[in-house]
């Protein structure tokens, strides 16, 4: 483009309309209406067939009837079967629907310029150099945008009317950027120029008022007369969008209306005075103000002379050096490039012969790879296809002959990551489901290959995998188990049987059933102890992976049997950062590591509870008739011993406390609890109702069992003789502790015997102490309760047909109730000895017992003393103070003491016998006391006075006589003090 001088800038400024000479000499205005009339397609709408003046009807024609509006979108359906070939079917927003009109179906420039002014510039530089495709990335001197030559030959820059600047250099001339950034410039903004503008600023403004003082005469008014001549001059020749092809602009310029009214010729020729004159005035402001300013235009053209002057000689120079330049680089420089260019040359042979060799090398890959994993050496394939493919990364980069290469090699890695998974389920089955009696450990070399391998492609469901490989084996093994049980059981026949294996199993008596039980606990602590050898050798590798310097999986092996469960864990627990190798291998993170380590004892720990519930569902299965809770308190042992032992060494190996099949065994337990205590309750109800409460003979088993009972001890011996019975030895007839004799009744027997079974059974089972001490305080209750019932309440006249309940009845049941108040507190210590801490508010309950079975013994002393009180009472109530001596009523009531000492001189001890006969003996002179006051008997020395002192006599040698006593108290307080 070439450069414009000032005079053309300014020429084209002002449009060119008219200059005051005639039309036929000014070929420029003519208006090009019949090219608008062909090139403009808003005239005819082609499906409605409608004709419009202006675009702006057409578009709004478009608007309405041609456009659909779906959601917030614009589509365009101007077009053939209501489609827009030019709009995407989805639509657009108004803003772009407006320009699509405009651009595609007015095909207007006015109406273009009029939407967006932007978008018709844009349009017009589409085609222009440079390419915005082939250029993007390059910087040229087409993104300058403060250098001044490219900025006024640039072609794509676009006129706008907004001012000077702009118009004439384009809209980027105001650019303060480069964009692209230039390689070559720096970024310049205002403030590089702060400092020197604040530096100037003060000599500026002096010179701006001087300048304008010394130009001020110059510049003559502007007369009235050239002012009102260009106001006369309509507004619409001075805008900047001002172009005849504009139908509105022509239509305001030539208009037709007035042609038509006045005559053609006529209007024409007026017409085109007025528009003459326009431009005369226009012309004649034009002169006067370049008149006025012609100095600064000419001072400007000289400006632009010099300047060329001095790019002449610039470019002179410039020329002189270049050929200097090349005569210095001919004679000093050039041979010693080549010699450089040879050695350079040398070494890019040698770059390419090795880049050959590591082809050669990387081309052997595949035949490798399929050599290791021929001898299962996954990590080393891995290893091998993870270098390759950072070889054709960096390396190798852009070979064609390798480049199916790196997708081939992610295949295989996928295929050997398959294959690793396979190959480690495939070792988990057989390793697991081997002979159970096969001790050898698993292959550590294969299963090391397999598990790295995993680990280095952070694959982690291996865990998963043996998690369910063991489970499987578990069950299968616990299968196998019962069915070798329950075919080789005499007792059952399994072919002739059709039902489950579980009810084949409920057929196997105790003995074959717990021996059954036994080899699933020996199978399955085998099976758990090869798991624990397979675990510490991926814990091995797991640490291994991370960097940690470990022992080898013997000596692993032996370091588990040698340590406790608590301190493996510990040591599981440890820190994965620790005793990490400098120059290790690292396959996997810290992180993984815990992650891994953490699973890896979950994984032991939910192995070891799965045997346990798979147990459990034996144990269950058996017992669902009630079978276990039927047991003996020796069978129920040993099956609990049994389980004890396999909990205990599954806590081994995994380290923890499994409670499931120990809640199991502790439910069976409390069932066998329940039934052993409803059986015992039960049959002390039956003997309750059939005593008659007479003195039994008592055993010598039984007097060995109290005796050992009394001195705290317990023996299953002592209880099997008594269940074997022993007729050797003569039974006796009362129960000796320490010296003391009870006479007591067979059913008293019998609860003891239960007490010691009650005993004898937290011994054997720990666990349910607590349960057995609430049933034994229950039945001790019960034999008290009801045994008053029974004798105090009479009950047993009618259940075992008693005539009455005598005084030796009486006396037997206080002496049971003695008998078993001895033994309540050495039954509380020993279970005081069993019990945890916080259960030792539950032994209260046997100091209520031993007071009730005391206050029980009470009643039973005042219930014999009342009678006697009865028989005093009515005796002397019909007594009458005369002779013969000793009379009636006094030898009765000798009689009646005779008796009651016959009835329990045998069964009461003789402090017993002396307390009774004392309460007794105050119970007489009570109701004597009274009679006397009646008969008004007074100790006057009278005769009177000396029959009943005759009577006393006679009392008191038959009490002393009978009780053992050696002297009663003072009877002189019968009397009544005066």
């Known amino acids: 483009m070439q450069r414009r001088t000032a005079g053309e800038h300014l020429s084209a400024v002002v449009p060119a309309v008219g200059s005051g000479r005639r039309t036929e000499n000014r070929p420029d205005v003519r208006p090009?209406?019949?090219?608008?009339?062909?090139?403009?397609?808003?005239?005819?709408?082609?499906?409605?067939?409608?004709?419009?003046?202006?675009?702006?009807?057409?578009?709004?024609?478009?608007?309405?009837?041609?456009?659909?509006?779906?959601?917030?979108?614009?589509?365009?359906?101007?077009?053939?079967?209501?489609?827009?070939?030019?709009?995407?079917?989805?639509?657009?927003?108004?803003?772009?629907?407006?320009?699509?009109?405009?651009?595609?179906?007015?095909?207007?420039?006015?109406?273009?310029?009029?939407?967006?002014?932007?978008?018709?510039?844009?349009?017009?530089?589409?085609?222009?150099?440079?390419?915005?495709?082939?250029?993007?990335?390059?910087?040229?001197?087409?993104?300058?945008?403060?250098?001044?030559?490219?900025?006024?030959?640039?072609?794509?820059?676009?006129?706008?009317?907004?001012?000077?600047?702009?118009?004439?250099?384009?809209?980027?001339?105001?650019?303060?950027?480069?964009?692209?950034?230039?390689?070559?410039?720096?970024?310049?903004?205002?403030?590089?120029?702060?400092?020197?503008?604040?530096?100037?600023?003060?000599?500026?403004?002096?010179?701006?008022?001087?300048?304008?003082?010394?130009?001020?005469?110059?510049?003559?008014?502007?007369?009235?007369?050239?002012?009102?001549?260009?106001?006369?001059?309509?507004?619409?020749?001075?805008?900047?969008?001002?172009?005849?092809?504009?139908?509105?602009?022509?239509?305001?310029?030539?208009?037709?209306?007035?042609?038509?009214?006045?005559?053609?010729?006529?209007?024409?020729?007026?017409?085109?005075?007025?528009?003459?004159?326009?431009?005369?005035?226009?012309?004649?402001?034009?002169?006067?103000?370049?008149?006025?300013?012609?100095?600064?235009?000419?001072?400007?053209?000289?400006?632009?002379?010099?300047?060329?002057?001095?790019?002449?000689?610039?470019?002179?120079?410039?020329?002189?050096?270049?050929?200097?330049?090349?005569?210095?680089?001919?004679?000093?420089?050039?041979?010693?490039?080549?010699?450089?260019?040879?050695?350079?040359?040398?070494?890019?042979?040698?770059?390419?012969?090795?880049?050959?060799?590591?082809?050669?090398?990387?081309?052997?890959?595949?035949?490798?790879?399929?050599?290791?994993?021929?001898?299962?050496?996954?990590?080393g394939a891995l290893d091998l296809i993870s270098t390759t493919q950072e070889v054709l990364t960096q390396e190798l980069s852009g070979i064609q002959s390798f480049r199916h290469l790196g997708s081939q090699l992610i295949e295989l890695e996928k295929l050997i990551d398959k294959m690793m998974h396979e190959e480690f389920v495939r070792f988990a089955s057989s390793d697991l489901n081997r002979p159970i009696d096969d001790d050898t450990g698993p292959d550590e070399e294969k299963l090391s290959s397999i598990i790295l391998g995993l680990l280095r492609q952070h694959k982690f469901s291996f865990l998963e995998d043996y998690k369910n490989e063991s489970t499987t084996s578990i069950k299968t093994m616990v299968k196998q188990t019962v069915v070798a049980a329950v075919s080789e059981a005499d007792s059952i026949d399994v072919e002739g049987n059709l039902g489950s294996l579980a009810d084949q199993m409920r057929l196997l008596n105790f003995t074959e059933w717990l021996q059954m039980f036994k080899i699933v606990f020996i199978n399955l602590a085998k099976l758990l102890h090869r798991v624990k050898m397979t675990w510490i050798i991926m814990y091995r590798l797991i640490d291994f992976a991370v960097g940690k310097s470990t022992s080898s999986a013997g000596d692993l092996v032996e370091e588990e049997s040698e340590n406790n469960a608590e301190s493996s864990q510990s040591d599981a627990q440890s820190d994965p950062q620790k005793d990490i190798a400098p120059d290790a291998d690292i396959l996997i993170a810290p992180v993984e590591h815990q992650r891994l380590s953490s699973g890896l004892k979950e994984m032991l720990v939910m192995l070891?509870?799965?045997?346990?519930?798979?147990?459990?569902?034996?144990?269950?299965?058996?017992?669902?008739?009630?079978?276990?809770?039927?047991?003996?308190?020796?069978?129920?042992?040993?099956?609990?011993?049994?389980?004890?032992?396999?909990?205990?060494?599954?806590?081994?190996?995994?380290?923890?406390?499994?409670?499931?099949?120990?809640?199991?065994?502790?439910?069976?337990?409390?069932?066998?609890?329940?039934?052993?205590?409803?059986?015992?309750?039960?049959?002390?109800?039956?003997?309750?109702?059939?005593?008659?409460?007479?003195?039994?003979?008592?055993?010598?088993?039984?007097?060995?069992?109290?005796?050992?009972?009394?001195?705290?001890?317990?023996s299953l011996a002592l209880l099997a003789r008594m269940d074997q019975g022993n007729e050797e030895c003569k039974a006796a007839?009362?129960?000796?502790?320490?010296?003391?004799?009870?006479?007591?009744?067979?059913?008293?027997?019998?609860?003891?015997?239960?007490?010691?079974?009650?005993?004898?059974?937290?011994?054997?089972?720990?666990?349910?102490?607590?349960?057995?001490?609430?049933?034994?305080?229950?039945?001790?209750?019960?034999?008290?309760?009801?045994?008053?019932?029974l004798v105090l309440g009479a009950g047993a006249l009618q259940l075992v047909g008693l005539k009455t309940i005598t005084t030796k009845n009486l006396g037997l049941a206080s002496r049971c109730l003695q008998l078993i108040s001895f033994y309540i507190p050495i039954v509380k210590q020993f279970f005081a000895e069993r019990l945890l801490p916080r259960q030792m508010t539950v032994l209260r309950s046997f100091d209520k017992i031993l007071k009730d079975y005391n206050d029980h013994v009470q009643e039973i002393s005042n219930k014999l003393i009342a009678i006697m009180d009865d028989t005093f009472n009515h005796c002397l109530s019909k007594w009458e103070v005369k002779a013969p001596v000793p009379s009636l009523t006094f030898r009765e009531i000798c009689k009646r003491i005779r008796k009651i000492h016959e009835a329990v001189v045998d069964i009461l001890p003789p402090e017993q016998i002396k307390d009774l006969f004392i309460q007794m003996n105050n119970s007489f002179k009570t109701h004597l006391n009274k009679q006397l006051i009646i008969l008004n008997v007074t100790n006057d020395g009278g005769p009177k006075h000396g029959l009943v002192t005759s009577e006393l006599v006679f009392y008191t040698e038959c009490v002393q006589l009978t009780s053992g006593l050696d002297k009663l108290d003072n009877m002189n307080d019968i009397w009544v003090r005066r």
């Open 32 to 379: 090009t209406i019949d090219k608008n009339e062909t090139t403009n397609h808003w005239r005819t709408c082609e499906i409605c067939s409608i004709q419009w003046k202006s675009p702006s009807e057409f578009a709004l024609h478009l608007r309405e009837k041609h456009c659909t509006k779906e959601g917030g979108s614009f589509v365009c359906r101007y077009g053939t079967h209501g489609i827009c070939p030019s709009l995407p079917l989805e639509g657009v927003s108004d803003k772009d629907y407006e320009f699509h009109v405009a651009r595609d179906h007015v095909a207007d420039d006015g109406y273009t310029n009029k939407i967006n002014p932007l978008m018709a510039k844009q349009t017009r530089l589409t085609n222009q150099a440079p390419s915005i495709v082939s250029d993007q990335h390059k910087w040229t001197v087409y993104s300058s945008s403060v250098n001044l030559p490219a900025v006024l030959n640039d072609p794509r820059k676009s006129r706008r009317e907004h001012d000077f600047f702009t118009k004439t250099w384009g809209e980027g001339f105001i650019e303060n950027t480069v964009i692209p950034p230039s390689p070559h410039l720096q970024i310049i903004t205002k403030a590089n120029f702060e400092k020197y503008l604040n530096k100037t600023a003060s000599k500026l403004k002096c010179h701006k008022v001087q300048s304008s003082q010394k130009q001020a005469p110059r510049l003559p008014a502007v007369t009235d007369k050239s002012q009102a001549e260009l106001q006369q001059i309509p507004k619409m020749f001075f805008r900047g969008d001002f172009a005849l092809e504009n139908p509105e602009t022509f239509q305001a310029v030539l208009p037709w209306s007035q042609f038509k009214s006045r005559g053609v010729g006529q209007s024409s020729k007026l017409l085109q005075e007025k528009l003459s004159h326009y431009l005369d005035s226009v012309e004649v402001e034009l002169a006067r103000q370049i008149s006025q300013r012609s100095t600064a235009f000419f001072t400007a053209m000289a400006s632009h002379d010099k300047l060329q002057d001095n790019l002449i000689s610039t470019c002179s120079a410039i020329k002189d050096l270049r050929e200097r330049i090349t005569a210095v680089d001919d004679v000093l420089a050039k041979r010693s490039l080549e010699t450089l260019g040879y050695k350079i040359s040398r070494v890019n042979h040698a770059k390419v012969f090795n880049k050959l060799k590591l082809m050669a090398t990387v081309h052997q890959t595949q035949p490798t790879i399929q050599l290791l994993l021929s001898t299962s050496e996954f990590v």
């Open 608 to 714: 070891c509870n799965y045997a346990h519930d798979r147990s459990l569902k034996l144990l269950i299965a058996r017992g669902k008739d009630g079978f276990l809770e039927k047991l003996s308190s020796s069978e129920f042992v040993s099956l609990s011993r049994s389980i004890e032992s396999f909990v205990t060494q599954c806590e081994t190996v995994c380290g923890k406390r499994s409670s499931s099949l120990r809640g199991g065994l502790q439910n069976q337990a409390n069932k066998f609890v329940n039934r052993f205590h409803e059986e015992r309750k039960t049959k002390m109800s039956l003997l309750l109702d059939n005593e008659r409460w007479k003195q039994a003979e008592v055993p010598a088993s039984f007097q060995d069992l109290l005796s050992a009972m009394a001195k705290g001890e317990i």
């Open 733 to 789: 007839e009362y129960v000796e502790i320490d010296g003391n004799k009870y006479a007591v009744v067979g059913t008293v027997l019998m609860l003891l015997k239960m007490v010691a079974e009650y005993c004898q059974c937290v011994e054997d089972i720990p666990s349910v102490t607590l349960d057995i001490l609430t049933r034994l305080i229950e039945i001790l209750q019960n034999f008290n309760s009801r045994s008053c019932q």
